[in-house]
């Protein structure tokens, strides 16, 4: 009996990856979830920065999972060295557009939010970075795209004359048609957007993003993670859910952090922790 060419032909070796996170539930959850697909393996799990560089060193994966907020050694701050090694894509509850940007000019191959994927688009984003192919969450999308647009940058050389014409309304007389007036509707439009570019362009100074001061709150990993969700406007329900904890866990931690940012609200924590509120001072980033 004659076999074809391709029935000797072995299946490819499935993908190795290590989980980096610091709450065992949300690695455990990876793991099983990942343990599940034939085509993917996970060699390790690493609770900071420091574990998923030795794991990685160990292992050799073809992907690390990497959380951004991590005790010891940051997620951010072992991306350089993590990066030399695999395909890493930050797996975080960190919204920030400026991690975003960082994690991101240090190497990262994706960055993908909790709450914005679903199990079958992890996957997919796991295969298609190990394969070069970035893959974004909406909210990482939307602040490196707001970064394009807000940051100071000189014009940029572009091919064969592109972006040199000038435009100009057609002469609509031509064709032997009046000229169409500019619409009510796009003024209106335009009213509404100036001061929504005037007022997102603030806090940019030098062509950089202007980050607030958190480090004087003094907030531990898990608080400032809690802080980010309360600030993004979930309540306390919604937050239970997203860190895998009981709604008490939730308000006990948001009493401290009241107690640390000297808040008295919810509105008035977010406003400190984003450094929108008066005399909260921001640095440079």
């Known amino acids: 009996m004659m076999t074809t060419p391709f029935e000797n032909v072995p299946p490819p070796a499935p993908l190795r990856v290590v989980v980096a996170d610091d709450n065992p539930v949300v690695r455990a959850g990876l793991t099983a979830l990942l ?34 907020r991590m005790p010891n050694v940051d997620g951010i701050s072992a991306l350089p060295y993590l990066v030399g090694i695999a395909q890493v894509v930050m797996l975080t509850y960190s919204r920030e ?31 298609d970075i190990k394969e070069g192919r970035a893959h974004f969450t909406s909210t990482a999308a939307d602040a490196l795209l707001a970064q394009l647009r807000q940051r100071a940058q000189p014009e940029c050389t572009l091919p064969d004359g592109l972006g040199a014409a000038t435009a100009t309304r057609p002469d609509y007389r031509r064709f032997g048609r009046p000229t169409p007036p500019i619409s009510s509707t796009s003024a209106e439009n335009l009213s509404r957007l100036q001061p929504t570019v005037a007022q997102s362009s603030s806090g940019w100074a030098s062509g950089r993003p202007a980050a607030p001061d958190r480090s004087r709150y003094r907030l531990s990993a898990r608080e400032a993670e809690i802080m980010d969700l309360i600030a993004s406007g979930m309540n306390n329900q919604q937050i239970a859910a997203t860190c895998f904890i009981s709604e008490k866990t939730v308000k006990n931690h948001i009493n401290r952090i009241f107690a640390k940012l000297h808040s008295t609200s919810r509105s008035e ?17």
Do not use: M, N
Request: proline share 2%; hydrophobic share 40%.
């Open 35 to 68: 343990t599940g697909r034939e085509d993917i393996t996970v060699v390790a799990e690493a609770a900071d920065g420091r574990e998923a560089c030795a794991a990685a060193h160990t292992h050799r994966p073809d992907v690390v999972l990497l959380d951004v």
């Open 97 to 127: 557009s400026e991690i975003v940007q960082e994690a991101l000019r240090r190497g990262a191959g994706g960055y993908l939010v909790h709450g914005e994927f679903t199990a079958d688009q992890l996957v997919s984003a796991i295969r």
């Open 269 to 285: 924590a977010a406003a400190k922790w984003l450094g929108t509120a008066p005399g909260s001072g921001r640095g440079t980033g």
